[in-house]
């Protein structure tokens, strides 16, 4: 399917104790951690990365590692290295999953008001986050190809679907 190579994808789903799940692929991850707000401090992080030569860090080599804005000006400066897994829990019990698939995910707890930062994400991207957000709703556990602004180019019922017409 190389048309839809540079579409990324987006699913959500709703956990049965009410935590709400953001997934996107093929997102620059820098960028989408951008979007996580400044002051939100990490609780625990587990952390690596590598470059090109293979050397690897880890969350407790990168200095004033607490936030992710941190995080996220060491990636930039130090371009050489790429996060290859990263599992990060927030204040308010926000999670952050990144891996090297260059898929991030947030999961937001029920009470979490998660739309102004869904909002920013897709925004950053040039999506047009209202009809994207409700389109992820509708088609909730479904792994949508959406182009930009608001395009949805093709809807998967199960990962195995959506793994099988992208390899």
Do not use: R, W
Request: proline letters at 4%.
């Amino acid at each position: 399917m190389e048309e839809n190579i540079n579409i990324p994808s987006m699913f959500y789903e709703v956990k049965e104790n009410g935590d709400k799940i953001f997934s996107f692929s093929d997102l620059p991850i820098i960028k989408a951690l951008e979007q996580v707000p400044k002051n939100y401090k990490i609780s625990d992080l587990y952390l690596m990365a590598s470059n090109y030569k293979s050397d690897y860090i880890f969350g407790d080599d990168i200095k004033n590692n607490q936030f992710i804005s941190n995080l996220v000006v060491f990636f930039s400066t130090k371009t050489e290295y790429s996060i290859d897994d990263m599992n990060a829990v927030l204040y308010n019990n926000i999670k952050i999953s990144v891996h090297d698939d260059n898929e991030i995910t947030f999961s937001f707890p029920k009470e979490y008001k998660y739309t102004k930062f869904i909002t920013d994400l897709l925004k950053s991207f040039n999506y047009s986050a209202p009809n994207v957000i409700s389109m992820l709703i509708k088609n909730k556990d479904k792994y949508l190809l959406i182009a930009k602004p608001d395009k949805l180019v093709k809807a998967y019922s199960s990962f195995k679907e959506y793994c099988n017409d992208n390899e």
